[in-house]
């Protein structure tokens, strides 16, 4: 793999990197929130 | 229409969607790995040099905002027409995804086009219609969030959904119309070569399937949340 | 007199007494049109460039100013209840109420529009295109914020998320209308935008009033 961008690496790796954050994030929060809405019924349903 | 209201009952979502997810997982990491190594390992484009790889996140990025609130609309009418169950919690779960993916295709819009045409912001046509797209969904989500009732919500919201559908094309046009009026040529990304047409489907392959992969999360852990939601009414009763 | 007639009457009668409504988007009106000059500064030949974008939007803001009010007295009072059971079809009330909206605001601010063009320095003719623009286009801010308003019916401070719902879908208003003086400054012919204008007026104006009574009946409980 080729990772000489030239000039261009200023512009290319923003928007890789704020892409993959965005992306991974939306990800963690959807399964955080899965998670958390499988606990609270896991606890409710005990009772 | 059988076929889905076969699986608008929430168990039979459960149980399909569980099956399929670990799939949809995969194809997300194999075609977003495969596209992303293809895609670096590739020569420079004659015209775009290396910006072309820009490409590879940008139009994935906007194909999906445009998408999911395709998706939007469809399950708005399915909410509205013919009351479907799933269809307000299925739009509910893709909309902060849509307004996500029409963020990152404004951002590596803007990112794309500092190279290419000097300005990080360019009114033309198409980042133009994206952040008026934007707009939409923020509308759309103020609006399923500041209303209470939770029934009432869905159906303002899918009215909302509905009526931006229909505006949507109208928009375009007349941004396409306001583009050549005021700058006389439409400054959009020209051809792609060959040897990058592989990693693209790929990267828009990838993009598609983590859309649905989180889309079926969300709706999943809404149904777990309603049944919380129902079981605390009860023991509250 | 017919169901439709009265109603329409009601609601121009309640306007006009408010007499806040036509003022208040007036004065509005006004004001952003003299603070523009003061922000971008009194270069008469910019100004000329900027009349038509920046006398449209200050216009669909003056006419947004009252929008929230459109269904909320009604339903505070419990007559939207009443006007909802009556057998004049929900959409007809929407209709009447989109219509005496525009006189009590789109109208007035149509027929200001020339005085504010003075002040920016635009010539005769692109002022009579903007004129004629703002008269077709403004019904379309009436209707498509009926929409808004109707939607938001039951908010307390549904106000604040109006002008965030029904602003993009003005866009192609604003576009049209303020590309048709922008092609009369520039000695084109402004025929194209000014139809493509009546054209989504006349769209928005048919359709709007059966979103807007669906939104009303979903707020009433139905």
């Given at each position: 793999?080729?990772?000489?961008?030239?000039?261009?690496?200023?512009?290319?790796?923003?928007?890789?990197?704020?892409?993959?954050?965005?992306?991974?994030?939306?990800?963690?929060?959807?399964?955080?929130?899965?998670r958390?809405?499988?606990?609270?019924?896991?606890?409710?349903e005990?009772? | 229409?059988?076929?889905?209201?076969?699986?608008?009952?929430?168990?039979?979502f459960?149980?399909?969607?569980?099956?399929?997810?670990?799939?949809?997982?995969?194809?997300?990491?194999?075609?977003?790995?495969?596209?992303l190594?293809?895609?670096?390992s590739?020569?420079?484009?004659?015209?775009?040099?290396?910006?072309v790889?820009i490409?590879?996140?940008?139009?994935?990025?906007?194909?999906?905002?445009?998408?999911?609130?395709?998706?939007?609309?469809?399950?708005?009418?399915?909410?509205?027409?013919?009351?479907?169950p799933l269809?307000?919690?299925?739009?509910?779960?893709?909309?902060p995804?849509?307004?996500?993916?029409?963020?990152?295709g404004?951002v590596?819009?803007s990112l794309?086009?500092?190279?290419?045409?000097?300005?990080?912001w360019?009114?033309?046509?198409?980042?133009?219609?994206?952040?008026?797209?934007?707009?939409?969904?923020?509308?759309?989500?103020?609006?399923?969030?500041?209303?209470?009732d939770?029934?009432?919500?869905?159906?303002?919201a899918?009215?909302?959904?509905?009526?931006?559908?229909?505006?949507?094309?109208?928009?375009?046009?007349?941004?396409?119309?306001w583009?050549?009026?005021?700058?006389?040529?439409?400054?959009t990304s020209g051809?792609?070569?060959?040897?990058?047409?592989?990693?693209?489907?790929?990267?828009?392959?990838?993009?598609?399937?983590?859309?649905?992969?989180?889309w079926?999360?969300?709706?999943?852990?809404?149904?777990?949340?309603r049944?919380?939601?129902?079981?605390?009414?009860?023991?509250?009763? | 007199?017919?169901?439709?007639a009265?109603l329409?009457?009601?609601?121009v009668?309640?306007?006009?007494?408010?007499?806040?409504?036509?003022?208040l988007?007036?004065?509005?009106?006004?004001l952003?049109?003299?603070l523009?000059?003061?922000?971008?500064?009194?270069?008469?030949?910019?100004?000329?460039?900027?009349a038509?974008?920046?006398?449209?939007?200050?216009?669909?803001?003056?006419?947004?100013?009252?929008l929230?009010?459109l269904f909320?007295?009604?339903?505070?009072d419990?007559?939207?209840?009443?006007?909802?059971?009556?057998?004049?079809?929900?959409?007809m009330t929407?209709?009447?109420?989109?219509?005496?909206?525009?006189?009590?605001?789109?109208?007035?601010?149509?027929?200001?529009?020339?005085?504010?063009?003075?002040?920016?320095?635009?010539?005769?003719?692109?002022?009579?295109?903007?004129?004629?623009?703002?008269?077709?286009?403004t019904?379309a801010?009436?209707?498509?914020?009926?929409?808004g308003?109707?939607?938001?019916?039951?908010?307390?401070?549904?106000?604040?998320?109006l002008?965030?719902?029904?602003?993009?879908?003005?866009?192609?208003?604003?576009i049209?209308?303020?590309?048709?003086?922008a092609l009369?400054?520039?000695g084109l012919?402004?025929?194209?935008?000014l139809?493509?204008?009546?054209?989504?007026?006349?769209?928005?104006?048919?359709?709007?009033p059966?979103?807007?009574?669906?939104s009303?009946?979903?707020?009433l409980?139905?």
């Amino acid at each position: 793999m080729n990772f000489d961008m030239g000039l261009y690496g200023a512009y290319i790796w923003p928007a890789y990197g704020i892409s993959a954050i965005v992306l991974i994030g939306v990800t963690l929060w959807s399964i955080a929130a899965w998670r958390r809405a499988k606990a609270k019924l896991s606890r409710l349903e005990k009772k | 229409m059988n076929f889905l209201f076969r699986y608008a009952n929430p168990h039979e979502f459960m149980r399909l969607s569980g099956v399929v997810l670990p799939f949809t997982v995969i194809g997300t990491a194999l075609c977003l790995g495969a596209g992303l190594y293809l895609g670096f390992s590739a020569p420079p484009d004659y015209q775009q040099g290396r910006t072309v790889l820009i490409l590879f996140i940008h139009v994935p990025a906007a194909t999906m905002a445009m998408g999911v609130y395709g998706a939007i609309a469809v399950c708005s009418l399915l909410s509205l027409v013919w009351r479907h169950p799933l269809s307000d919690i299925a739009a509910r779960a893709a909309a902060p995804l849509g307004a996500l993916f029409t963020v990152l295709g404004l951002v590596t819009g803007s990112l794309w086009g500092k190279p290419m045409w000097g300005t990080y912001w360019v009114w033309d046509a198409r980042l133009t219609s994206f952040l008026l797209l934007l707009f939409l969904y923020v509308g759309y989500l103020a609006l399923w969030n500041a209303i209470e009732d939770e029934t009432r919500a869905a159906r303002a919201a899918a009215i909302l959904a509905l009526v931006g559908a229909v505006n949507i094309p109208i928009i375009k046009f007349s941004v396409n119309w306001w583009n050549t009026l005021h700058q006389g040529e439409t400054i959009t990304s020209g051809k792609l070569a060959p040897v990058f047409l592989a990693p693209f489907l790929l990267m828009m392959a990838g993009y598609g399937f983590l859309f649905v992969s989180l889309w079926m999360v969300r709706i999943r852990t809404s149904i777990l949340e309603r049944r919380a939601r129902s079981l605390m009414q009860q023991g509250a009763a | 007199m017919s169901p439709f007639a009265t109603l329409f009457l009601r609601d121009v009668r309640l306007a006009a007494r408010s007499g806040g409504s036509a003022a208040l988007a007036l004065s509005f009106f006004a004001l952003v049109a003299t603070l523009v000059p003061l922000g971008v500064g009194a270069d008469l030949r910019l100004l000329a460039r900027v009349a038509g974008g920046i006398l449209w939007v200050a216009a669909v803001l003056a006419a947004l100013l009252s929008l929230d009010r459109l269904f909320q007295g009604d339903y505070e009072d419990g007559s939207l209840d009443l006007i909802a059971l009556s057998p004049l079809p929900l959409e007809m009330t929407a209709l009447a109420k989109i219509v005496a909206h525009w006189l009590s605001t789109g109208l007035p601010l149509t027929l200001l529009s020339p005085v504010l063009a003075l002040l920016f320095n635009l010539p005769p003719s692109p002022t009579l295109i903007l004129f004629v623009s703002l008269l077709a286009g403004t019904p379309a801010v009436s209707a498509v914020g009926a929409i808004g308003a109707s939607l938001t019916l039951s908010l307390k401070r549904g106000g604040l998320i109006l002008p965030l719902i029904i602003l993009p879908l003005l866009a192609p208003a604003v576009i049209f209308g303020a590309g048709a003086v922008a092609l009369a400054l520039d000695g084109l012919s402004s025929g194209n935008a000014l139809g493509l204008l009546a054209a989504f007026a006349f769209g928005a104006v048919l359709l709007s009033p059966f979103a807007a009574a669906a939104s009303v009946r979903l707020n009433l409980g139905g």
